[in-house]
């Protein structure tokens, strides 16, 4: 009969004396001496088995133990305590309760004690695919186990406020800078905190529904825990291909290995859903499934650090950053994987392990995210620096452009008024012009009447001697009478001053030496008479005109 001493830490039976059941009571197995219990390990060819084990305390007090049975899906323990009578305690698979009990027993052993007990194990589950199980029996103080439960917590407690912690910080930053990637970065620490909650069972404690499946010598159970961990899983890496892709901006610089992260994360995401749903609907492949699960994991790690290292290369702003903020998390993010892989599969014997890769991976980024948004806002202030000084420049022209305008409706306005006087000047203009034109129209007349008068007093003259005497003297007198040319003279002057005005007092200034004719020629000239027209205002013939024009232009030259 194999013995089990107590010691401090956990004991795993690796013999037992096994007796298959052929529907035995109780009494029969303590009273019965024919029963044939072997040492052996192996279960083969029944359903229910009973098992016999001989515990023993040497310490001086009592204690209590945690016994794990395995098989565990419907095992009874029988034991006494200090003599007296037998104690019954049932432990059966129940998809309603969580399967962290399941298969456990707890008893206390008196001090100085040896007992015996025996264990009742039926591997009659709907679902067995084999009827043949390897029988286990691990025996714990109930002190260890407690302080595991206490460590269990502790650990999930400081890994929820480290990650509660970034996840507010980062969440004020995205509500300043509505940044994508800290957004990104949001949503894995959400799922980083239900990764941490599932790893340590506590999901169970709000629904312990339960998918079981007993295989070989195990049961083997798909709890709310385990789904929740694939999920998380699935939606951190999510989280961090995305959080990369954002943060580098690969899309644009880095176009090849933004094709490989997005095309990876699909086909993991393919992966781990198809398995989750076979798991569920089918059949239990959690076992198989985590070795393939933990190798894309580290693949996915792998290629994101390989991003961040061409990211560098390639000089993409904060890259340096993130590279740095990989390295630590992903150093510790390949170690669980690895762990998982060599050590412990099922994951139930670390719980350290993964909070403190969580922590450095929520720290990690957290500082680059808070460099990437110290940078971005660095580059927001001198942004807001030149569009300041681009608002001044802008103020400063439309303060010109409103001088400029100001100055242009002055323009505008004087303009008008110039105009305006122009206005009244040219109307002023013609009208003297016109003036001067009835006065010149006048004179015109006059000498032509005059010369018409000169014509026919000529013709007179042959008529009776002293009548026509008489009145030729008369009329002859009456036009070489030169005041009342003069006075002609003088309100052609008037008028065609008021045209042109200075002309007499700079034609004398400059030419000082013409005479009062020459003076006259001047301003018929200036009007532009023709020479005909001249000669009727100056009493000459045309070739008169014209020689004293010749005199005029050799007096007046230089």
């Known amino acids: 009969m194999n013995i089990l001493h107590y010691q401090e830490n956990e004991q795993n039976l690796r013999h037992f004396e096994i007796l298959t059941d052929s529907s035995y009571h109780f009494q029969q197995i303590l009273t019965n001496k024919d029963l044939n219990f072997k040492k052996t390990a192996t279960l083969k060819g029944a359903s229910a088995y009973w098992i016999r084990a001989v515990v023993v305390n040497p310490s001086r007090h009592a204690k209590l133990f945690e016994l794990k049975v395995y098989p565990s899906f419907n095992s009874t323990l029988y034991h006494k305590y200090s003599g ?97 990637a800290t957004a990104y970065y949001l949503i894995l620490q959400l799922a980083t905190m239900a990764y941490l909650t599932s790893y340590c069972l506590y999901f169970e404690r709000l629904q312990p529904y339960t998918f079981a499946w007993l295989l070989k010598d ?50 993991y995401i393919v992966f781990e859903v198809g398995s989750v749903a076979l798991t569920i609907r089918f059949f239990y492949i959690d076992d198989v499934v985590i070795i393939v699960d933990n190798i894309l994991c580290l693949l996915l790690m792998l290629l994101v650090l390989l991003t961040s290292i061409k990211a560098y290369r390639a000089k993409v702003p904060n890259s340096q950053t993130f590279l740095l903020a990989n390295c630590l998390p992903l150093l510790i993010m390949v170690g669980i994987p690895l762990y998982h892989l060599f050590i412990d599969i099922n994951g139930h014997n670390s719980y350290w392990l993964p909070v403190i890769a969580l922590a450095a991976q929520a720290l990690s980024f957290s500082v680059a995210l808070v460099s990437r948004t110290k940078a971005t806002r660095d580059a927001l202030i001198d942004s807001e620096i030149e569009s300041r000084q681009l608002a001044l420049s802008l103020e400063e022209i439309v303060n010109r452009n409103h001088l400029n305008e100001k100055e242009i409706e002055q323009a505008k306005t004087n303009i008008i008024a110039q105009t305006h006087q122009n206005l009244l000047l040219n109307q002023r203009l013609e009208n003297h012009q016109r003036e001067l034109a009835a006065s010149t129209l006048f004179m015109v007349q006059k000498n032509e009447l005059l010369h018409q008068l000169k014509t026919q007093i000529n013709e007179l003259k042959g008529a009776s001697q002293y009548q026509l005497e008489r009145n030729v003297d008369g009329m002859m007198s009456l036009l070489d009478n030169n005041d009342r040319i003069d006075t002609g003279w003088e309100t052609f002057k008037i008028h065609f001053e008021q045209v042109h005005p200075s002309f007499f007092d700079d034609l004398k200034r400059e030419h000082s030496t013409l005479t009062q004719k020459e003076t006259r ?38």
């Open 218 to 267: 195990t049961l083997n159970t798909y709890t709310i825990d385990k789904l929740a961990m694939h999920m998380a899983i699935l939606i951190i890496f999510w989280g961090l291909i995305n959080l990369c892709r954002s943060y580098l901006n690969t899309k644009v610089k880095l176009p090849g290995y933004d094709r490989l992260l997005k095309y990876s994360l699909n086909t």
């Open 84 to 180: 007296k009578t037998w104690n019954i305690h049932n432990s059966k698979f129940n998809r309603f309760r969580s399967p962290w009990r399941v298969g456990r027993h707890t008893y206390e052993i008196a001090g100085q004690r040896r007992d015996t007990i025996y264990v009742y194990v039926n591997v009659d589950a709907p679902n067995a695919l084999s009827k043949k199980f390897k029988a286990r029996l691990l025996l714990q103080p109930q002190s260890l186990v407690a302080n595991q439960k206490s460590n269990l917590f502790t650990a999930w407690a400081i890994g929820m406020v480290v990650l509660l912690l970034f996840f507010l910080n980062n969440l004020y930053l995205y509500f300043n800078f509505k940044d994508k």
């Open 521 to 558: 020629l001047s301003a018929y000239l200036k009007m532009q008479l023709s020479n005909k027209e001249i000669a009727v205002l100056m009493g000459i013939d045309q070739a008169s005109v014209r020689r004293a024009k010749t005199r005029l232009l050799k007096k007046m030259k230089p």
